[in-house]
């Protein structure tokens, strides 16, 4: 099945979200916790008791969103996954608020990710994450807006990954927005995960701009995805990553009002080898946002289908399409449903892009990506892709 209905691309936005089912967050305090703001959004209890009968056992979920007014759904079956075999369930309580439910995945910590999706240059963000309404289910809060700031309704995808050693990589978020200059800290261990010996670490070196620090991993054969994180219009991208001895370093930038750039917390996720989700699926640095048609970059790319486990491109490819801003990666081999693909920006400026749609091309999938600058003007980009599905592929 195509994600493009009767031929016609909705004005589509792309965010994990999840936010309360009855009272509207503003702001999230620089300090405040994923899981303690799900929870004052809900008061459904204290954060001391939701941790106390949380799992750390693995887990991942993801949704396509097509809610645009006040309600809730069940997601679409055929781009929804949850491994923990529930439902999920996405509800919008107002304006641009969005609260996405994952039964029987409640648990400390994790990771979210969110792009937007379809032909609109709105974007969303994650708000918060933690038990929701049920003390077994997951929720994931998200706020989406245009590019001026304003609350938007719209269609997202979003991903919450957590992780117990079972693949190589890291995960964070970054929970001081402001803190001193040139200082590293470790953010909260409780939403943190490294497959290495040592937590990651985050130093702001100006405003809206943060390194972080992923000890004892090679930047080689790896992947990086960032959004912001809080109920403001901020947005955050990738600048880079690269080798520092015997670690990787990641460069972040994250950007308010008028393309400025801001202060920001973010949840960051680095893949290294293969998906997390131990499914089907691949990524790629689309490096190259002017060509029709090229191949991704080896050293950070890689391939999981069921007809070649564990293999790396060449296979996947990329290429810019016309008009300005649009692109394509094509994963071999791949189903189009029963999946889902995240994107995030790339460079140092203040460009962002979503998912357009993906697709079934022959025996392949071919993920769509639109890219913009900081008005919602289309833009050539460089991203970083994944797409992933929910068969399982044969470990190495």
Not at 47 to 62: I, N, P, R, V, Y
Not at 217 to 224: K, P
Not at 308 to 330: D, E, T
Request: net charge negative.
């Amino acid at each position: 099945m195509s994600m493009l209905k009767n031929g016609i691309l909705a004005v589509l936005v792309s965010s994990f979200a999840s936010l309360a089912a009855t009272v509207a967050v503003g702001c999230v305090a620089d300090t405040q916790d994923p899981e303690a703001a799900a929870l004052s959004e809900e008061d459904t209890g204290s954060a001391e008791e939701a941790m106390l009968s949380s799992s750390s056992t693995q887990g991942f979920g993801w949704v396509w969103s097509t809610l645009t007014s006040v309600g809730t759904i069940n997601a679409n079956a055929s781009y929804s996954y949850n491994s923990a075999g529930g439902t999920n369930t996405i509800t919008n309580t107002g304006t641009g608020i969005y609260y996405v439910d994952f039964p029987n995945l409640a648990g400390a910590g994790g990771n979210v990710q969110v792009a937007s999706y379809g032909s609109g240059s709105d974007r969303c963000k994650v708000a918060s994450w933690g038990t929701g309404a049920l003390a077994t289910t997951l929720r994931v809060n998200v706020r989406c807006h245009t590019v001026g700031g304003a609350p938007v309704n719209t269609y997202f995808v979003a991903l919450y990954s957590r992780e117990n050693n079972s693949y190589g990589g890291a995960y964070l978020w970054n929970d001081q927005a402001s803190a001193s200059l040139n200082a590293p800290y470790t953010p909260s261990t409780t939403y943190q995960y490294t497959s290495g010996s040592q937590y990651s670490t985050i130093t702001r070196v100006n405003t809206g701009r943060y390194t972080v620090r992923v000890p004892g991993m090679s930047a080689t054969g790896s992947t990086v995805h960032v959004t912001a994180y809080g109920g403001g219009m901020e947005y955050c991208n990738v600048s880079g990553w690269t080798q520092s001895g015997a670690d990787t370093v990641i460069d972040v930038g994250c950007w308010g009002a008028a393309g400025a750039s801001a202060d920001s917390l973010f949840s960051l996720s680095y893949h290294l080898g293969m998906p997390s989700t131990g499914r089907v699926g691949g990524f790629a640095w689309a490096s190259d946002p002017v060509s029709s048609s090229y191949t991704p970059p080896a050293s950070y790319t890689r391939l999981y289908n069921t007809l070649q486990p564990c293999y790396f491109g060449p296979g996947i490819s990329a290429g810019h399409n016309a008009p300005v801003g649009s692109h394509f990666v094509r994963y071999p081999n791949m189903l189009s449903y029963n999946s889902t693909a995240m994107v995030t920006a790339y460079g140092y400026g203040n460009q962002y892009c979503k998912v357009s749609y993906w697709t079934g091309v022959g025996s392949d999938t071919q993920v769509n990506v639109q890219c913009y600058d900081y008005l919602g003007n289309p833009v050539n980009s460089q991203f970083t892709n994944t797409y992933l599905g929910a068969e399982m592929f044969t470990p190495c």
